[in-house]
């Protein structure tokens, strides 16, 4: 299979940029998404992080305390790290789950927000693409997407590589610094690049 690992910083774009990917018809797996799913009321992985991290990262109803979680885990590396431990594995697993349910697909989106940082997808991946915005950009699109302030932005993107790391990793960069139509342009190079690509690797298989 033909892998395209997309990630980028906070306010980036990245989000926008996969909506675009599968308007093309492109199956995209986000695991941002499995994350949200397999921390939703109800699922057992809630327990195991409540009995790691203690019984307050969950609210009276069941479900996670989001908010206190995130705040702790910028704050305290050590909690992150832990919580990475439980997440990134099962993430990880349900992830490749997705991906084989497309076998016949020209090529696959695989979203992952910390892609560089983790290391957990390499095997996974036939490139990387990044989208990226300067960093003013983002901290404008963060704060007004997510409803965060400053401070928390700037944790965010602390926990995330510096810019100029991210872009030197990446097989293909998108500059996400004007409108959603340019952006949805520079996707669709991306997708005939891609789709020629798997046409020509097809050919010499």
Same mark, same amino acid.
């Given at each position: 299979m033909f892998i395209v690992g997309l990630t980028g910083g906070i306010g980036s774009g990245k989000s926008e940029a996969a909506r675009m990917f599968a $308007? @093309?018809?492109?199956?995209?797996?986000d695991t941002d998404q499995i994350a949200?799913?397999?921390t939703a009321v109800g699922q057992p992985l809630l327990q195991e992080i409540a009995t790691a991290l203690g019984s307050d990262t969950l609210n009276r109803d069941?479900?996670?305390n989001r908010a206190l979680l995130r705040q702790r885990v910028f704050a305290e590396p050590e909690t992150r790290h832990r919580l990475e431990a439980i997440l990134h594995p099962r993430i990880r697993e349900r992830a490749a789950q997705l991906l084989a349910q497309h076998p016949d697909a020209p090529y696959q989106i695989l979203v992952v927000p910390l892609l560089?940082?983790?290391?957990?997808?390499? $095997? @996974?991946?036939?490139?990387?693409?990044?989208?990226?915005?300067?960093e003013a950009q983002q901290m404008h699109r963060a704060m007004a997407r997510s409803h965060l302030?400053?401070?928390?932005?700037r944790a965010i993107m602390a926990a995330q590589?510096?810019?100029d790391q991210r872009l030197a990793l990446a097989d293909d960069?998108?500059?996400n610094d004007n409108t959603?139509?340019?952006l949805r342009e520079k996707v669709l190079e991306k997708h005939e690049k891609y789709i020629k690509t798997c046409i020509v690797s097809q050919s010499i298989s």
């Open positions: $308007d @093309l018809g492109i199956p995209v797996v949200h799913a397999l069941g479900s996670l560089f940082e983790t290391n957990g997808y390499v $095997d @996974l991946m036939t490139r990387s693409l990044v989208i990226d915005c300067d302030n400053e401070t928390e932005v590589l510096p810019r960069v998108i500059t959603l139509e340019e």
